[in-house]
């Protein structure tokens, strides 16, 4: 069955105008119904499952869409590619040892420094930042995110770059291009896995911002 399903989403991807999940409303329901309808179910509207309002057929928002209330054009799944986002490494979990040449952090035996730079997509160019050093195996940041709109986001992947600052040459634990998902959004959260490091992690927020 699960084949079968996945051979029916991409048929119906194939074509504008396969048909809604949705039934149409009838009469008694738009009339009455202030969400949206599906025959003579009405529903709340507000959700991406079943969005709509004044007792519209519902829509179910795909991918990144959002069930927006956008005025006088009523309450529609939509994407907004001129909103802005702000991505934020907030805190990790580094091991206790460096798993490339299985040996401390810091030749002192300290814990690692631990910096994210990040390369954003804006426009046609990218914005760089990097947090402070946080210190110790389960650092904290409240700064050094970026900023920038939905659609950059949604069009390329962010570059994100974790290490150990060090004097002379610092000692990377991740480098890699990651594309944020439609889950990401809507949670407002994400993490990557640093290689070789057992539960070692880095978690991202990702706000709506002014
Ligand atoms: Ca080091
Ligand atoms: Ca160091």
């Known amino acids: 069955?699960?084949?079968?399903?996945?051979?029916?989403?991409?048929?119906?991807?194939?074509?504008?105008?396969?048909?809604?999940?949705?039934?149409?409303?009838?009469?008694?329901c738009a009339q009455s119904c202030a969400g949206c309808c599906s025959g003579d179910k009405c529903f709340d509207g507000t959700g991406i499952e079943a969005c709509g309002a004044g007792g519209a057929i519902c829509d179910r928002c795909e991918g990144l869409e959002d069930c927006?209330?956008?005025g006088e054009a009523g309450r529609s799944c939509y994407f907004d590619r001129s909103e802005r986002w702000?991505?934020?490494?907030?805190?990790a979990v580094i091991?206790?040892?460096?798993?490339?040449?299985?040996?401390?952090?810091?030749?002192?035996?300290?814990?690692?420094?631990?910096v994210v730079e990040l390369e954003c997509p804006a426009g046609d160019k990218d914005i760089k930042t990097r947090t402070p050093e946080g210190s110790g195996y389960t650092p904290t940041w409240t700064e050094g995110g970026c900023t920038t709109t939905r659609g950059d986001l949604a069009d390329r992947s962010i570059y994100i770059e974790v290490f150990d600052v060090d004097?002379?040459?610092?000692?990377?634990?991740?480098?890699?291009?990651?594309?944020?998902?439609?889950?990401?959004?809507?949670?407002?959260?994400?993490?990557?896995?640093?290689?070789?490091?057992e539960k070692g992690v880095v978690r991202f927020t990702l706000t709506r911002s002014p």
């Open 1 to 28: 069955m699960r084949f079968l399903g996945m051979v029916l989403v991409a048929w119906c991807l194939g074509l504008t105008a396969c048909g809604s999940e949705f039934d149409e409303p009838t009469a008694a």
């Open 68 to 70: 927006a209330d956008r």
């Open 86 to 91: 702000r991505i934020q490494p907030v805190s």
């Open 95 to 114: 091991a206790p040892i460096n798993p490339i040449g299985d040996e401390e952090w810091d030749i002192d035996g300290s814990a690692p420094d631990v």
């Open 167 to 197: 004097v002379t040459i610092d000692d990377v634990m991740f480098s890699e291009r990651y594309l944020l998902k439609a889950e990401d959004f809507r949670s407002g959260t994400f993490s990557i896995a640093l290689p070789e490091q």
